[in-house]
């Protein structure tokens, strides 16, 4: 009874009692008023993976100290980003077993272990991206395509529903998304023939609010865009965290690309809503508006990227604007008030299209496509980037993703095979031997100016990176790649101020928080999260 009590006393001393614990609905939605917290995936609802916390600057950067490392047992890829909430931290390992480590020292307090059911399936890694948090809740999707509700103080499950059967290759591989008293998440699977879907749950009980199929069925607007009975199992699968906008009460999520993916001949149309962001109402799940980057994608682009939300002067005056660095190579301006486009460009060599048409739909170049004469597409199939995500700095008004550059896929009969991406192209833990010329591919951090498209910088590396990137207040700029190393980077220069060799490759966007004062950044590589902070 005594070491009951004892155990009840320290779990009260560290989660600092049960009014700072409730992490509202209000403090999720103005997350930047307490940068010493990371509440959700991106940081904040508006995804712009930015931190207002200003201690680590460029002068004093040369001076982050390794402060301590958390090991997964798991040898999954570790692409989760971690929440932090009054100085807990909440991290996953692959592929859905979650754990809570004192974020100052790495000390576990407890763990929730999660094992799917044997028939869950994913394309490209048994892979878990992060959690939300509501309250005193934690909410877990898992690749089984459930949704776990867990208690943040214990790791006591409080309730598990299912969203889509795994028999029928549903998975869920991403962070969810909490707006108001709703938990929001999609599922994975497109590569295997679902037909994806975006759904609502209650966030104290677990009862489905709203769904949304993001193929339309027979009598729905865009039905008419799938050939026969392709619209059944068209995938438009969802393996990113969307965002939210509290003014206009839309969430906005991107999707992925149709299937079957090399072999469009029997869906013809556009097969909407693949490779399109679909900004729903938050409260209905009813579609609101969409667009379509990739349409009738026949070299696998998805459209998964997270969308970022920004307030930017747009041609003399202030736009409400969605900013997206699209896998297939072009950058874009929406705005997302209604989704009209505003700009695209390539921020990557992209030979695939050569311009839009007055209403933003793209050009596309005759005989880019799979079951022709052999041809190079660039960007290659995994994309000019990919899921990592990106960041947009309040601070500098630049929008920075990790990208790929000088890949190509060869396209012909049959399908396509990748070029210059080197070996496990989809990312792994372990480093590898580099021996690609930079004529055959590198990966790079591009800062753009989102006014224009036009590139300010670029850092690059050697070989290609699946890293996401983190900016900060102090114009610090934050990522990595399959070399083995975490940066840091002048935001507004792109000069290189400090790296550290984490021993394996970096497949997570890095965050930011504060403990007692001092402000640390994490970042999970290889197998392990690194927790770094200036030297005292």
């Not at 992925?256 to 209905?284: E, F, H, I, M």
């Not at 070996?423 to 100016?449: C, F, I, S, W």
């Not at 224009?452 to 102090?474: C, H, N, P, Q, Y």
């Not at 197998?527 to 030297?535: G, I, K, V, W």
Request: charged share 20%; hydrophobic share 35%.
């Amino acid at each position: 009874m005594k070491r009951r009590l004892l155990l009840v006393l320290l779990l009260a001393g560290w989660w600092g009692g049960p009014v700072r614990a409730q992490i509202t609905y209000d403090r999720i939605l103005h997350a930047d008023k307490e940068p010493q917290n990371w509440l959700t995936y991106s940081g904040g609802l508006s995804s712009q993976r930015h931190s207002g916390l200003k201690q680590i600057t460029p002068a004093n950067v040369k001076n982050l100290d390794l402060q301590w490392v958390w090991q997964a047992r798991s040898t999954e890829k570790f692409e989760t980003t971690a929440l932090v909430v009054n100085g807990v931290l909440y991290t996953v390992q692959a592929p859905d077993d979650v754990y809570a480590l004192d974020a100052a020292t790495g000390r576990l307090f407890w763990t929730y272990p999660y094992t799917p059911a044997p028939e869950a399936r994913a394309c490209c890694g048994r892979v878990n991206r992060g959690l939300a948090i509501l309250g005193d809740t934690l909410y877990l999707g898992t690749l089984d395509a459930h949704l776990l509700a867990l208690d943040a103080k214990t790791g006591k499950l409080l309730w598990n529903v299912e969203v889509a059967k795994a028999s029928e290759n549903y998975s869920i591989t991403h962070a969810p998304l909490v707006v108001k008293d709703k938990v929001i998440l999609g599922t994975a699977g497109g590569d295997m023939g679902i037909r994806g879907l975006i759904a609502a749950y209650d966030a104290k009980t677990g009862k489905e609010a709203w769904r949304f199929n993001t193929i339309p069925a027979p009598g729905e607007a865009g039905h008419d865009t799938w050939q026969g009975d392709s619209w059944m199992r068209g995938g438009a699968s969802i393996w990113n965290t969307g965002s939210y906008d509290p003014e206009t009460n839309l969430t906005f999520w991107g999707t992925g690309n149709p299937a079957p993916d090399w072999d469009g001949s029997k869906r013809t149309g556009d097969n909407l809503y693949s490779d399109c962001v679909v900004a729903l109402d938050a409260d209905t799940g009813k579609l609101k508006w969409y667009y379509q980057f990739t349409p009738h994608d026949e070299v696998d682009y998805d459209s998964t990227q997270v969308p970022v939300l920004a307030d930017i002067e747009w041609q003399g005056r202030p736009r409400k604007t969605m900013l997206w660095a699209n896998r297939n190579g072009l950058f874009y301006v929406l705005d997302r008030t209604n989704g009209q486009f505003l700009l695209g460009k390539p921020f990557v060599k992209v030979n695939w299209m050569d311009g839009f048409d007055e209403k933003g739909r793209p050009r596309r170049v005759p005989g880019k496509v799979p079951g022709g004469p052999q041809t190079i597409v660039t960007p290659t199939v995994l994309g000019g980037t990919n899921w990592y995500p990106p960041s947009y700095s309040p601070s500098t008004g630049l929008f920075y993703v990790s990208a790929w550059e000088n890949t190509g896929t060869f396209l012909g009969q049959g399908g396509g095979l990748p070029r210059g991406t080197g070996p496990n192209p989809m990312g792994q833990t372990n480093l590898h031997v580099n021996t690609k010329k930079e004529e055959e591919g590198y990966g790079a951090v591009r800062a753009l100016d989102p006014h224009t498209g036009e590139r300010k910088w670029e850092f690059k590396m050697t070989d290609i990176t699946w890293a996401g990137v983190l900016t900060t207040a102090s114009d610090l700029l934050f990522s990595g790649g399959s070399e083995g190393y975490f940066f840091a980077l002048d935001a507004r220069t792109g000069d290189l101020l400090w790296k550290f060799t984490v021993g394996g490759q970096v497949n997570s966007g890095p965050m930011s928080y504060a403990v007692n004062g001092r402000q640390y950044v994490t970042v999970a590589a290889g197998s392990s999260l690194f927790a770094f902070a200036l030297r005292e």
